[in-house]
């Protein structure tokens, strides 16, 4: 069944992918590895899953505007996500983004939602965002394939 919610569109654009999604934020300085999309800080949820091409869906970035730096990289290098999602709207990531749009013509786009939508999203499996911050979500991430809330070692 598809389950649709609407965000703020901090970075327009259209974009599909795997959930990836994680109630943890994540640090993109030295928790996200530009060169291959995976997520390196081994203390987050998510460490050893790759991000490149999925839908991530993250409360925030933490840290400072390296995550800016790292997310710009994974852009040039073609290992950034599809799109982002956040739990309210995050400086950090959407300023990367809006860097990628003005020096690669290559936004990663951003919705930020409300705390009962970011959980619809969490749950998905799949989710394909829209420019007017419309997303559509679908399958269950209840095996724990995407979510990191079902992971052992999580």
Do not use: K
């Not at 786009?109 to 969490?122: K, Q």
């Amino acid at each position: 069944m598809e389950r649709v919610v609407r965000g703020r569109p901090l970075v327009p654009g259209s974009a599909a992918g795997a959930v990836l999604s994680s109630e943890q934020p994540l640090s993109f300085w030295g928790g996200y590895d530009q060169r291959s999309g995976e997520i390196i800080d081994r203390r987050h949820p998510l460490s050893g899953r790759n991000a490149a091409g999925t839908v991530l869906v993250l409360p925030a970035s933490r840290g400072s505007s390296t995550t800016s730096a790292v997310l710009l990289e994974a852009v040039r290098a073609g290992t950034a996500p599809a799109a982002i999602i956040t739990l309210g709207p995050d400086r950090f990531l959407a300023l990367a983004s809006i860097v990628a749009l003005e020096m690669f013509q290559a936004p990663v786009p951003m919705i930020a939602v409300e705390a009962g939508d970011f959980e619809v999203v969490r749950a998905a499996a799949y989710a394909a965002v829209e420019p007017d911050g419309t997303i559509r979500c679908s399958g269950s991430s209840s095996s724990g394939q995407s979510s990191a809330a079902s992971r052992p070692d999580a």
